[in-house]
């Protein structure tokens, strides 16, 4: 196995990361992913009641393990830093693509206040 920094694997993007707003599934039911979480984990965040009602019959049937995730630098804190960071980003990119005429999905930085309103 080999490792490297995540930041090497920028230049091999999408064009479309560049100018998504939604690192962590702000949309979903329920999202996962590694952001937070201790090797060999999964961070979940349950985002809708419909989720909750998922997540506790999968908890309840044993089908998943759960640990808490921790606070600070590593846990829910980390998950709303980067989920802000790429939203900032990405609304760089996206102010730029419309000065330069291009088409984007959203509206710019300068139209509407929470991007995300937009979807």
């Given at each position: ?6 930041k090497e694997?920028h230049g ?8 998504c ?5 702000e949309?979903?039911?329920?999202s996962t992913?590694s952001?937070g979480?201790p090797d060999?984990?999964?961070?979940v965040?349950?985002?809708?009641d419909?989720?909750d009602t998922?997540f ?7 089908a998943i ?17 980067l989920?802000?960071s790429?939203k900032?980003?990405a609304?760089?990119?996206i ?11 959203y509206?710019?930085?300068?139209e509407?206040?929470d991007?995300?309103?937009n979807?």
């Amino acid at each position: 196995m080999i490792s490297f920094p995540i930041k090497e694997t920028h230049g091999y993007e999408q064009n479309g990361c560049k100018i998504c707003l939604d690192l962590v599934s702000e949309m979903s039911d329920v999202s996962t992913g590694s952001i937070g979480a201790p090797d060999n984990w999964s961070s979940v965040l349950v985002r809708t009641d419909s989720g909750d009602t998922i997540f506790k019959q999968a908890t309840d049937a044993g089908a998943i393990e759960l640990k808490p995730m921790d606070e600070g630098k590593f846990g829910l804190e980390m998950h709303t830093k980067l989920a802000k960071s790429k939203k900032e980003k990405a609304m760089k990119v996206i102010d730029e693509r419309k000065a330069m005429g291009q088409p984007v999905p959203y509206k710019s930085s300068s139209e509407k206040e929470d991007p995300l309103t937009n979807v």
